[in-house]
């Protein structure tokens, strides 16, 4: 019997006032604009509801809630419950450039009360968006300060706050941590990627969700952490989804279709290979020059393909905590001994 898939479900609420920029993030990571197109973006009215698959089993249920002032009072008194029961994560946008401080620190304190009374194990995200917009060596004293601010008015949750902006990386750096916090069982895939990682010898590995390209997790051995750029992740997110974008522009298919199935740089200090997964992942790995290496990963990818869509239909990779050791372990072996025999050649 085919196994059959568990849905997990995650409600999330996106709040911030009206013109912070909620709608056009949105539309960036999920709809696969560009910052040019979100010019076009109308304001939100009342709450737009999307369901975003991620990951095969999870499915976020997302509550783009329009910031007009109409709108926050009918979420704070009449739809109160309907709003904030059951959420996971809130996503509130502060506009930095926003001349009513004081007034949107107001709402939010009401916001978190609420989120407080009908869902207080939620995560609470903090985005000071629009960075982009402030003086370069004023950037970092500036969202210090707003984020103390934030912190004050946050009560007893431990917010996570990003500097954010639709014209570079930090967009992605942001969504990738929200994700991060959602997805079931990251710790069993760590740990298979991990095994993955011993088995060819890679630098790094990376899992990209495949329509966003959001980082969901990576490990990195010790050789990957001598790497001075801390922002390559999302900065791959970036280059990634716009050159997939480029693929379908090219080919006229939906950008939403997969595009590729792999492929692969390799330079004279290190190999890069992205590979397809499964239906909703990709899979980057840095791995030491050589065509032994290459091909010895490239075997053991294949390997974990398997494992990687038992995870995507159960939410379990198979017998991984029974057995502590992976397929792409198991398989290994004729890797690793062709890998050797590459070498001696």
Request: net charge neutral; with cysteine; glycine share 6%.
């Given at each position: ?167 570079d990386q930090t967009l992605y750096k942001a969504w990738g941590g929200i994700v991060h916090t959602l997805v079931p069982n990251l710790h069993i895939i ?156």
């Amino acid at each position: 019997m085919e196994p059959t898939k568990k849905q997990k479900k995650q409600k999330v609420l996106l709040m911030g006032k009206s013109g912070a920029g909620k709608s056009s993030m949105r539309s960036i990571i999920f709809s696969n604009y560009t910052p040019r197109d979100v010019r076009r973006l109308g304001a939100t009215i009342d709450v737009e509801h999307s369901r975003v698959k991620f990951l095969g089993n999870l499915t976020l249920n997302l509550w783009d809630c329009g910031g007009q002032d109409v709108f926050n009072e009918s979420y704070l008194t009449t739809q109160r419950e309907y709003i904030f029961s059951e959420v996971a994560v809130l996503i509130y946008v502060f506009d930095i450039e926003s001349r009513e401080f004081e007034r949107d620190f107001i709402t939010y304190g009401k916001i978190i009360k609420a989120l407080q009374e009908y869902a207080p194990s939620a995560v609470v995200f903090c985005l000071v968006h629009k960075m982009d917009l402030v003086q370069h060596d004023l950037r970092e004293r500036i969202f210090d300060e707003r984020v103390a601010f934030i912190r004050e008015k946050s009560g007893n949750f431990d917010i996570h706050p990003y500097a954010t902006s639709i014209w570079d990386q930090t967009l992605y750096k942001a969504w990738g941590g929200i994700v991060h916090t959602l997805v079931p069982n990251l710790h069993i895939i760590e740990n298979y990627l991990r095994q993955l990682a011993d088995v060819t010898d890679a630098e790094e590995i990376i899992l990209f969700e495949s329509t966003t390209f959001l980082t969901v997790t990576s490990v990195t051995s010790k050789v990957g952490a001598i790497n001075p750029h801390p922002d390559r992740f999302e900065k791959l997110s970036n280059v990634i989804k716009t050159f997939k974008q480029t693929l379908a522009n090219h080919t006229g298919t939906p950008s939403s279709n997969p595009q590729f199935n792999e492929w692969a740089i390799k330079l004279q200090m290190v190999s890069i290979y992205i590979a397809r997964l499964t239906a909703s992942t990709y899979v980057l790995v840095v791995v030491p020059p050589g065509e032994a290496d290459f091909n010895c990963l490239r075997v053991n990818v294949q390997i974990a393909k398997a494992d990687f869509v038992k995870l995507d239909l159960t939410g379990e990779l198979p017998g991984r905590e029974r057995r502590g050791s992976s397929a792409a372990a198991e398989g290994g072996g004729a890797a690793d001994e062709g890998r050797q025999e590459g070498r001696e050649e």
